[in-house]
């Protein structure tokens, strides 16, 4: 985990301070600002226009009955995209406007799919807030609660 803030939060900034000196020293600062500033709004109304897309497919599959999962994938990959645009730097960007072209996406999105499969097949996820208030033990995790009550809830 600490490898991967580490390049999140460090290496990746320093490559796009690099990558942003080395584009201004050959075409000049302006340019190259013109070009992050033009980058930008483009990707940022190609996400818009595939956020709508993921959208509406969303809804075709939940009015056809189906589980809309490959498009509620495509919608969060839409969204991490538009937060690559925002970063300024051409890695993130070009990182962003990768996953906005729908056969990227798709490659992405099978890996993504495989993970969250894995994950949900391998793991089980339990949410508990802490321990139970005094005298109800009802809000506690289950093994702290009687077999009596336990039994009860579970008839209903």
């Given at each position: 985990m600490f490898a991967k803030l580490l390049i999140l939060f460090i290496i990746?900034?320093?490559l796009e301070l690099l990558t942003i000196i080395e584009i201004g020293s050959r075409i000049g600062y302006f340019f190259t600002i013109m070009m992050l500033i033009v980058i930008s709004f483009s990707g940022a109304a190609l996400a818009k226009r595939e956020g709508y897309r993921a959208i509406s497919q969303i809804r075709a599959d939940l009015n056809a009955g189906s589980m809309p999962a490959d498009a509620l994938i495509d919608g969060a990959l839409i969204l991490a995209a538009a937060a690559l645009l925002i970063t300024p730097g051409y890695i993130t960007d070009a990182a962003g406007l990768?996953?906005?072209?729908p056969p990227a996406r798709r490659v992405v999105r099978a890996f993504a799919r495989r993970r969250?499969?894995?994950a949900a097949h391998v793991r089980s996820?339990?949410?508990w807030s802490g321990p139970?208030?005094?005298g109800n033990p009802a809000y506690g995790p289950p093994c702290a609660r009687e077999p009596e009550q336990r039994r009860r809830e579970l008839e209903g």
């Open positions: 990746v900034p320093l990768l996953l906005l072209l969250l499969e894995k996820i339990r949410f139970a208030p005094r």
